[in-house]
């Protein structure tokens, strides 16, 4: 079964700081990657979709990076605001059988940045 | 504006007391699927569904009923609420079931007493 970790949990950064999240999953056969940010209280926001064939996705300031075989992702930041403070999930998307594709998440790094 | 909407937003409850917890969605996608997210365990599959008349289950199906009789809506059935289905709740949908990106509604923060 897949599994997704997120490290670390928690992190604060001064404003302006470029950062980088990891994301490592345990089954390298994933259709595809999406990391997502959720604020307080509220759903989640679609960041970044790598497909399994890609190495990586830019926007803006966000890029997202995957390695499939040694199933690693890391999402980098470059010159973090305040706004950008909140929780940043990752999750894959595998083959579960029957003809679905199972999105699977992990735990997420709650993201702090200090003004 | 392309979006998933979920009704309600917040819910208290009594035990025991059928509830059901509306998402619609105006993309014309085909999956939808619904998760629960706690503290310490993340986002949780309940039910999906790939089609019309298509659902099966998730990671956590057990006490929700799900239905799929047009595209655009995929409600969620508590048939018996009991506290431990006291959660944030998130409707989702995507295209397809493969290599798209999943919208996901606002969520409905649900409480069984």
């Known amino acids: 079964k897949q599994e997704v970790t997120q490290i670390p949990a928690a992190l604060s950064v001064p404003e302006g700081e470029n950062l980088v999240l990891n994301c490592s999953f345990t089954d390298s056969a994933i259709y595809n990657l999406q990391w997502f940010r959720q604020d307080p209280g509220k759903g989640l926001t679609s960041l970044l979709l790598?497909?399994?064939?890609?190495r990586e996705q830019t926007s803006g300031r966000l890029n997202a990076s995957l390695d499939k075989s040694s199933g690693r992702s890391t999402l980098y930041i470059a010159a973090s605001q305040p706004g950008d403070s909140a929780t940043y999930l990752c999750?894959?998307?595998?083959?579960?059988?029957?003809?679905?594709?199972?999105?699977?998440f992990g735990k997420g790094t709650k993201l702090s940045v200090i003004p | 504006e392309a979006q998933v909407t979920q009704n309600p937003r917040y819910l208290i409850t009594v035990t025991g007391k059928k509830l059901t917890v509306t998402c619609s969605q105006n993309?014309?996608?085909?999956?939808m699927s619904w998760y629960r997210q706690d503290p310490g365990l993340g986002l949780r599959q309940i039910y999906y569904?790939?089609?019309?008349?298509?659902?099966d289950k998730g990671d956590v199906p057990e006490g929700y009923k799900v239905s799929r009789k047009e595209k655009r809506n995929f409600p969620l059935i508590l048939e018996s609420p009991s506290p431990n289905q006291t959660s944030l709740y998130f409707c989702?949908?995507?295209?397809?079931?493969?290599?798209?990106?999943?919208?996901f509604g606002p969520g409905t923060r649900l409480t069984v007493l």
């Open positions: 569904s790939m089609n019309v008349e298509v659902t």
């Open positions: 993309m014309n996608h085909e999956y």
């Open positions: 989702a949908s995507s295209l397809s079931a493969g290599t798209d990106t999943q919208y």
């Open positions: 999750a894959v998307r595998g083959y579960s059988g029957a003809g679905s594709y199972q999105l699977t």
């Open positions: 790598i497909q399994s064939s890609q």
